[in-house]
């Protein structure tokens, strides 16, 4: 469902439930999308051990860990960055990271300026993640 042009929104996070993302291990929440900058706004809570699988931004996005422990682009050691919540960060347009890691248990919200490319372990895309794939997955929950 295409949402209108909207003046404002605002969103109770402890009314809306968490949902998995379909690896499963991750949960989600939809907290907007804008049809016309192309953006999306989610929250993820993500357990010790998991990870967000392979992706290029198209666009920049910015984060805030509001609490937790990730690694990315490799972490520190590999030239990335481990983040200890509460911190912030930003997300160039095309950058690329081969897996996120979550080193504690997590909760992270990041909004999105344009799709994410999904990318095997080549490099090679395999599917693309944007305002209105995360919409549709978000209607097909929520129902």
């Not at 404002?8 to 907290?31: A, C, I, N, R, Y």
């Not at 967000?52 to 050691?77: M, Q």
Request: aromatic fraction near 10%.
């Amino acid at each position: 469902m295409l949402k209108s042009a909207l003046g404002g929104e605002s969103v109770k996070l402890d009314q809306l439930e968490w949902h998995p993302l379909p690896e499963g291990f991750v949960m989600w929440k939809l907290l907007h999308v804008s049809s016309e900058a192309g953006s999306w706004t989610v929250m993820f809570q993500a357990p010790k051990g998991s990870s967000f699988a392979g992706h290029i931004h198209s666009g920049p996005g910015e984060y805030f860990l509001t609490k937790g422990k990730i690694e990315v682009r490799g972490g520190e050691a590999e030239g990335g960055v481990s983040a200890t919540g509460p911190s912030y960060g930003y997300e160039a347009c095309n950058a690329r990271h081969d897996e996120t890691l979550i080193l504690e248990d997590s909760e992270i919200y990041m909004t999105f300026q344009g799709p994410l490319q999904l990318i095997d372990d080549e490099g090679r895309t395999i599917g693309v993640l944007g305002w209105e794939q995360a919409q549709a997955m978000w209607d097909e929950q929520t129902g």
